[in-house]
Structures are given as structure tokens and as C-alpha cells.
């Protein structure tokens, strides 16, 4: 079946403006995580959705972060006024609630470079 | 805070060495641990994982065991191939769902 896709795979802009990017999970999965990496950090998590419940948002860096998840699928990932230092690859990955669902299975990412 | 740390590379084989790559993490309570591999141009893949103290997880010839007397969980392969090449991640979850905690990740170049 179909992996996470995200979209667009990459993304440039200039400093100060606003960026979306787009995750699409696996059919049925619940959980939707982003991460961001980055050559100086490695992989952080940013905020993490389950079904209904509350996000976390305990990894965002700044308020300039933000992400939503609707109708408990597609999530969209807005950075704010963006900077330089926000150039990363962003990662989104999905799993399964269930005895399985700590596997979680990355999309391609998507590669933003700030200007 | 939870944490894991691997061996910084990169790791330079060639064909048909063996691979060891460390792991060690830090974490409260009972973690589960994961090996993440990333071949050029493409996302992250799970590799292998095990969930409790002493499972051995494997998968295309990698394995590695959880050791919590040391708090590690150590990628190995006995013969690589030039197709291993790419970057290889550690990685813990401490519940059931909440976000991975990633190692730096170790760079795998094998020569033939």
C-alpha cells in the first residue's frame, strides 16, 4: 500500500515569509509525528498527533511553529516569519495504534531552505 | 532527560567486513529500541527493533541486542555489501507512541 507522502519535496523561501508543508499518513494510521533534521541537531521531534487526543507540541522551538491535523488525517505543518535557521529537511512519519504501534514509517521529507 | 549515543563516523568497510556500530542510551522506566537506516536519497527506514531486555532483533542480516545491565543496543552485520552504505540511526521510544529520541547517526561507506 501507500507510504507517508509529504509534499512539496522541496521547499525555498525567503527570509520572513510563511511556509506550509503537507504530510499524508497511511490510510488507517492515528498517530502522526514531525521531526525535523537538521546537520547540527540530528533529528528532533516537533509535535505529535494521536487520534482526538490533545497534541503534543512539547518539541516545537518557537511559537513561530504551529501544525494541525484534520479530519484526523492529512496534517500541515506552518512555519511563521521564517529564518535562516529553520533550514532543515522535515520529517513526518505515521503509525498504527495498536500492539505495533511504536513502528513508525517516515515519509521522504521535505527539504526547506531559507533564503 | 532520555538520550541515546552512538558512534560518531564515518565508518569506512570494505565488502564482506564485519560491522559494529555502537549504541548506548539513557531513560527511565523500560524503553524500546530501534535501528533507522537511511540509504542516499531516500526517508528513513525501520531496520530492526526490540522492545524488551535481551530480545535480539534482526533483519537483512543486522542485528542487535538489548542489553540493559549496559545500556546498549549495538548494530552488527557479519558480511557487508557496498548496497549497506547509509546512514544508520539508534533510536528509543519510552511509551507506547510518543516520539523517538534519535542518536546523531553513523555514516556507512563500504567499498568493494
Known amino acids: 500500500g501507500a507510504g507517508v507522502s509529504q509534499s512539496p519535496s522541496n521547499k525555498v523561501t525567503e527570509k520572513g515569509k510563511d511556509v506550509e508543508l503537507r504530510c499524508d499518513p497511511i490510510s488507517g494510521h492515528t498517530a502522526l509525528y514531525w521531526y525535523r533534521q537538521s546537520l547540527g541537531q540530528g533529528l528532533e521531534f516537533l509535535i505529535y498527533?494521536?487520534?482526538?487526543?490533545?497534541?503534543?507540541k512539547s518539541g516545537l522551538p518557537s511559537d513561530r511553529f504551529s501544525a494541525e491535523r484534520t479530519g484526523g488525517s492529512v496534517s500541515t505543518l506552518t512555519i511563521q516569519r521564517t529564518q535562516q535557521e529553520d533550514s532543515a529537511v522535515y520529517l513526518c512519519?505515521?503509525?498504527?495504534?495498536?500492539?505495533?504501534?511504536?513502528?513508525?514509517?517516515f515519509g521522504p521529507g521535505t527539504r526547506l531552505l531559507v533564503l | 532527560g532520555d538520550s541515546v549515543t552512538q558512534m560518531e563516523g564515518p565508518v569506512t568497510l570494505s565488502e564482506e567486513a564485519f560491522l559494529t556500530i555502537n549504541c548506548t542510551y539513557t531513560?527511565?522506566?523500560?524503553?524500546?529500541l530501534f535501528w533507522y537506516v537511511q540509504y542516499p536519497g531516500e526517508g528513513l527506514q525501520l531496520l530492526l527493533k526490540a522492545t524488551k531486555a535481551d530480545d535480539k532483533g534482526s533483519n537483512k542480516g543486522f542485528e542487535a541486542t538489548y542489553r540493559k545491565e549496559t545500556t546498549s543496543f549495538h548494530l552488527e552485520k557479519g558480511s557487508v555489501q557496498v548496497s549497506d552504505s547509509a546512514v544508520y540511526f539508534c533510536?528509543?521510544?519510552?511509551?507506547?507512541?510518543?516520539?523517538?529520541?534519535f542518536g546523531k547517526g553513523t555514516t556507512l561507506s563500504v567499498s568493494s
Open positions: 498527533f494521536q487520534g482526538n487526543s490533545a497534541p503534543d
Open positions: 512519519a505515521s503509525s498504527l495504534f495498536g500492539s505495533d504501534q511504536e513502528t513508525q514509517y
Open positions: 533510536a528509543l521510544s519510552t511509551s507506547g507512541g510518543t516520539a523517538l529520541i
Open positions: 531513560a527511565t522506566g523500560y524503553p524500546s
